[in-house]
C-alpha cells in the first residue's frame, strides 16, 4: 500500500490554466508538507499543516493556495500557470511537527507549463 | 540561518567500490536531526536515515553506514561494496524550526552518484 500518494503523476498544462495536485497519506500522520524541486534539483518547503491547520507558509506567490479537508489530505491549487512554475512538486507527512521526526515522501508530480 | 552542504555535486564510482558522501551542516541549535533521503532515477525520495545531536555513535545498516561527527559539524554517508542500484541522487537535510514549535526540513543539494557495472 502507497503511504503517501499524489495524483497525477504528470502534469502538461498550458500557460495561465489553474490546475490541482493531491495528495493523500494513509500513515496516520497528523502533519503533511509540499516541497517543490526544481530543475537542479533543489528542495524547498512550501506549505505545511497540521491537523489541518497550516502551519508554515513559505515566500510563494499567492497562485499557489493549499487546502487540507482533512489531516490525510493536502491539495495543491495553482491558478494562472507560468513557465516558471515547471518542477517537480512533492508532498509529504510526518507523524507530527517536530525537529525529531521524519517526513515520508509521495512520488512527486512533474509539471510541465508550456 | 541553518545550513546544509553537500559539496560533491556527482561521484561516479565502479561496482563494488565503496563510496563516501559528504554533508557538513550549520546550526545555532544545541539539539538537532539530521536526516538523509535517497531519490533513485524513478523520481520518488526515500527515507534512509534520522540521527540526533547528542548520539555520535556511527550507524550501519547492511552496505550503509554513517558517520556523525559534531566537532567537524559532518554527517557522512558511506556505502560499502557499491552496486548499480545504489545509483541516485542523494540528500542531507537538517531540521530547523520555522516558529515556536514548528520545524521543516532543510535540505542540501544533492549528490549524484552513479555506479558504474
Known amino acids: 500500500d502507497t503511504a503517501v500518494s499524489q495524483t497525477p503523476k504528470y502534469l502538461v498544462t498550458q500557460m495561465g490554466n489553474d490546475k490541482s495536485i493531491k495528495c493523500e497519506q494513509n500513515?496516520?500522520?497528523?502533519?503533511m508538507y509540499w516541497y517543490k524541486q526544481d530543475s537542479k534539483k533543489f528542495l524547498k518547503i512550501m506549505f505545511s499543516?497540521?491537523?489541518?491547520?497550516?502551519?508554515i507558509n513559505e515566500t510563494v506567490p499567492n497562485r499557489f493556495s493549499p487546502k487540507s479537508p482533512d489531516k490525510a489530505h493536502l491539495n495543491l491549487h495553482i491558478n494562472s500557470l507560468e513557465l516558471g512554475d515547471s518542477a517537480v512538486y512533492f508532498c509529504a507527512s510526518s507523524r507530527r511537527t517536530g525537529k525529531n521526526t521524519e517526513a515520508f515522501f509521495g512520488q512527486g508530480t512533474r509539471l510541465t507549463v508550456v | 540561518a541553518q545550513k546544509v552542504t553537500q559539496a560533491q555535486t556527482e561521484i561516479s564510482v565502479v561496482e563494488k567500490e565503496d563510496v563516501t558522501l559528504d554533508c557538513v551542516y550549520e546550526?545555532?541549535?544545541?539539539?538537532?536531526?539530521l536526516f538523509w533521503y535517497k531519490q533513485p532515477p524513478s523520481g520518488e525520495l526515500v527515507f534512509l536515515i534520522r540521527?540526533?545531536?547528542?548520539?555520535?555513535q556511527n550507524e550501519i545498516s547492511g552496505r550503509y553506514s554513517w558517520n556523525f561527527q559534531k566537532s567537524t559539524s559532518s554527517f557522512n554517508f558511506t556505502i560499502t561494496a557499491s552496486q548499480v542500484v545504489d545509483s541516485a541522487v542523494y540528500f542531507c537535510?537538517?531540521?530547523?524550526?520555522?516558529?515556536?514549535?514548528?520545524?521543516?526540513?532543510?535540505f542540501g543539494t544533492g549528490t549524484r552518484l552513479k555506479v558504474l557495472a
Open positions: 499543516y497540521n491537523n489541518k491547520e497550516l502551519i
Open positions: 500513515l496516520g500522520h497528523d502533519t
Open positions: 537535510a537538517l531540521s530547523e524550526a520555522y516558529t515556536s514549535g514548528t520545524y521543516k526540513y532543510i
Open positions: 540521527r540526533n545531536s547528542f548520539d555520535e
Open positions: 546550526t545555532r541549535d544545541t539539539t538537532y536531526y
